[in-house]
């Protein structure tokens, strides 16, 4: 019975649930501190129950690597879960470009301030805040020209 209520628990994702079970089944056990805690035991128990779907132990797999802590899924089945939720990788580029050669040192630090404005942002964990970083980027760039006390269109 607590066997099947358990599974239950995995498959919906129900860290509390699995929570209130370990402590009723295994008192004398060491119980998760707090919320956190035990979505990370719920997410590594995922990876490991064999009578889980590949797809809930994948997703527990990415949650665990994007949360810096191991992942205890078999080596066998990585390849699989990474191509059921591969990693994502953001990326910003930024291009400052004069005709002049006397303005490519102003321009290396329009570039400069830009690129630090897109670090603070990711530093902010604003990773994935697209208007954010833009804004910010625009910001920095309009900081830097006035700085450099440059006209541009």
Do not use: C, F
């Not at 129900?14 to 060491?30: E, F, H, K, Q």
């Not at 809930?56 to 066998?76: F, G, K």
């Not at 990773?127 to 020209?145: F, L, N, S, T, Y």
């Amino acid at each position: 019975m607590y066997v099947t209520d358990m599974r239950r628990y995995l498959e919906a994702g129900d860290a509390d649930g699995a929570r209130r079970l370990w402590a009723l089944v295994y008192p004398g056990l060491p119980q998760p501190k707090d919320d956190k805690e035990a979505l990370v035991a719920l997410h590594m128990a995922r990876t490991m129950a064999n009578s889980i779907a590949l797809k809930l132990r994948a997703y527990s797999h990415r949650w665990l690597l994007d949360h810096n802590l191991p992942s205890q899924l078999p080596d066998d089945l990585k390849p699989a879960a990474e191509r059921i939720y591969p990693k994502v990788v953001t990326a910003v580029g930024i291009s400052v470009n004069a005709a002049s050669e006397l303005l490519q040192p102003a321009m290396a630090e329009i570039q400069k301030a830009m690129e630090d404005a897109v670090l603070e942002a990711y530093g902010d964990g604003k990773e994935g805040d697209v208007p954010h970083i833009r804004q910010r980027m625009k910001e920095a760039r309009e900081r830097a020209v006035k700085a450099l006390n440059l006209k541009v269109t």
